[in-house]
């Protein structure tokens, strides 16, 4: 077992939670310290630090909520993050290669990944330049579960959105009209219109979606034609998404 310590600010940006919730953390027995004597100041085995991190891994959605829900700025954990949209098409290949595999997903491995490009690929567009915070997104799976996790500190729809439609004025509105409306000026891509692309594709196949941005979330699956955003207790600054397929 490694003996290597860490001081609480590494750990915090190992884990990439805030000094204050690992201070919480080691007060309720859920990731304890190490206290030296002299001083008092908080370590962190190292072998600790991984393996929490490890065990969490099972739940990516998890770790992607406690990302974008932190207070505190801080990078993902590093095999998460895609700092630019370079370092997301790569693993974006990687993956649509390991779905491509899969038999029963021969006819919609490229869908779902034109889906994730898409999602992925409208944080690093609406923030270009204007990241309030931690740049890049976060961007994860697990092939075995089938399950594909996406997140964002960006600004999120409703202050991108004012921007083209400035009576929009409540994330909820801004999320319905972000799945449903066209609202760019320019003429449509090729693959289709945005999220609008995203939605038609899950309406016509065995995938699921979840996505909250603000306060405000949706859930989409096979035949869901009508689209209803709900408000949540929760409210956070970025985008968060689950795919299931």
């Not at 690093?124 to 961007?139: E, K, M, Q």
Request: aromatic share 10%.
């Amino acid at each position: 077992m490694s003996l290597k310590l860490l001081t609480i600010g590494q750990a915090s940006k190992m884990i990439g939670v805030s000094i204050q919730t690992l201070r919480r953390w080691d007060n309720s027995g859920k990731l304890s310290s190490i206290r030296k004597k002299t001083k008092g100041h908080r370590y962190y085995r190292k072998n600790d630090v991984e393996n929490y991190i490890k065990d969490n891994l099972k739940d990516l959605f998890k770790l992607a909520k406690l990302w974008v829900f932190n207070t505190v700025e801080l990078k993902p954990y590093t095999d998460f993050y895609c700092r630019d949209s370079y370092v997301f098409q790569a693993r974006l290949i990687k993956l649509e290669k390991e779905l491509s595999q899969l038999k029963r997903l021969s006819k919609t491995f490229s869908l779902i990944s034109a889906i994730i490009g898409e999602i992925g690929n409208n944080s690093f567009d609406h923030n270009l330049g204007n990241w309030p915070g931690i740049p890049g997104i976060f961007f994860s799976y697990d092939i075995k579960k089938r399950k594909i996790v996406l997140a964002d500190r960006g600004q999120g729809f409703l202050k991108t959105l004012q921007k083209v439609k400035p009576e929009l004025k409540n994330h909820k509105d801004a999320l319905y009209v972000a799945f449903t409306e066209v609202v760019s000026g320019r003429a449509p891509e090729h693959r289709g219109n945005g999220l609008k692309f995203v939605k038609n594709i899950v309406i016509n196949n065995e995938i699921n979606l979840f996505f909250q941005t603000g306060d405000a979330k949706l859930e989409i699956k096979k035949n869901d034609i009508n689209i209803r955003v709900k408000k949540t207790i929760t409210n956070f600054r970025g985008c968060l998404a689950l795919i299931k397929f």
